[in-house]
């Protein structure tokens, strides 16, 4: 089957998401017409070159002074900041774009490409976790479309395919488990950023790559699925599977259950969230059942890994509270990678900020915004009024 979509962007390309997508646009053959990225511009020469895209959007704007020095000899437009990001999702023509920026710097770019009315392949997630109802309302009004990356909600979304409207359960959103799999909290203490960053069947970037070890990452794919697949948090049953074969799966009111699997290899999912309802020939490997040895299951610790249960009490009480879990989230990464905090530190700051905000119901984008930076001061606050090490 040939490939109808012939345009695409991609934001945030040079992060891990970002230079996948950009192995994937030319398997496909599809024409990258828009690129951008915080300040990586050796990646992003790179990609320039490769691509030829129209334009190439740098938050920083000396890395973009930097860039159009170093792409003089091409007619590729350079611009840099965030309102030109803003502009250049407006201008650019491209089918589909795949926002791979990562953290709440997502969000304004997914609110922009969903008023341009281009489909928007998400692998940001903290758009959905933190402004559902923004992002989504964008979405009904310019009649476009959201189809997840996130492999667990790729899963889900192609679970849900053959509905035919019928209703569904329960979504099993499956998790590695992590590095830490099976510690309890007294075993976490002591463990370094280095240890953290050792995931066993991911490859991602550091911050994702924390939050997994944490769970939080699986925390904020529960209200992300809460929000995408509109179900209530308690239709959203996590389950360890260290294996990363089963990518999620979808049980129907008849107790039929079906699962998506294959390779973890995220490429397939961006590939999909681009060419859908298409598939086509995969970078990545066949699944080989026979040499499959064991697929395990298992509940996961909500004791140790608190994060997890935190997400559930923050997408109930719904409001600023994601956000919040969010901004205070990163802070607190932030100060563990650099070897301020404990890992355990992660737990008890991100859960202390959360569960002291006082919430704003209904609240306006400004309001989110306001409770991000917010959050993030008070995150940074409290980190170094608690712990001195
Ligand atoms: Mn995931």
Redesign the pocket.
């Known amino acids: 089957m040939e490939n109808t979509i012939k345009k695409i962007a991609i934001l945030g390309s040079t992060g891990s998401v970002g230079k996948q997508s950009v192995e994937v646009a030319q398997n496909i053959g599809a024409k990258v017409e828009l690129l951008s990225a915080n300040s990586n511009i050796d990646e992003l020469e790179r990609q320039a070159r490769l691509l030829k895209p129209k334009m190439c959007v740098v938050s920083n704007e000396n890395s973009a002074k930097e860039l159009k020095l170093r792409l003089f000899d091409t007619d590729i437009r350079i611009y840099s900041g965030e309102n030109s990001l803003l502009d250049a999702i407006c201008e650019c023509d491209a089918e589909v774009a795949v926002n791979a920026i990562s953290g709440f710097a997502g969000l304004y770019p997914a609110i922009a490409l969903a008023k341009s009315g281009k489909r928007i392949a998400m692998s940001n997630k903290e758009a959905i976790v933190v402004a559902h109802k923004f992002l989504f309302d964008e979405i009904k009004k310019s009649n476009s479309q959201l189809v997840p990356v996130?492999?667990?909600h790729s899963a889900i979304f192609q679970c849900l395919q053959g509905a035919n409207g019928n209703k569904i359960k329960k979504i099993i959103l499956t998790s590695s488990g992590g590095p830490f799999r099976g510690k309890k909290r007294g075993e976490l203490v002591g463990l370094t950023a280095e240890d953290a960053l050792k995931h066993p069947t991911w490859k991602m970037g550091p911050k994702i790559t924390v939050d997994s070890a944490s769970l939080m990452?699986k925390g904020f794919?529960v209200i992300e699925a809460v929000r995408l697949f509109d179900v209530k948090p308690e239709q959203v049953q996590v389950v360890v599977h260290p294996q990363s074969i089963m990518h999620s799966a979808v049980e129907y009111i008849d107790n039929s259950v079906i699962a998506q699997m294959g390779t973890p290899d995220m490429r397939t999912c961006i590939q999909y969230a681009i060419t859908y309802p298409q598939r086509q020939e995969p970078l990545s490997s066949s699944l080989d059942f026979a040499k499959l040895a064991t697929l395990t299951f298992e509940e996961p610790d909500f004791d140790t890994f608190s994060l997890l249960s935190l997400a559930y009490y923050a997408v109930n009480e719904d409001g600023v509270i994601p956000a919040v879990l969010n901004a205070s989230d990163e802070i607190a990464v932030d100060a563990f990678l650099k070897g301020k905090i404990k890992f355990t530190d992660i737990f008890d700051t991100v859960s202390h900020m959360v569960r002291n905000f006082n919430n704003i119901k209904d609240p306006t984008l400004d309001d989110i915004r306001n409770a991000d930076r917010e959050a993030r001061i008070k995150t940074k606050e409290y980190i170094s009024a608690s712990y001195k090490y």
Request: proline content about 0%; overall charge negative.
């Open positions: 996130d492999s667990e990452n794919e």
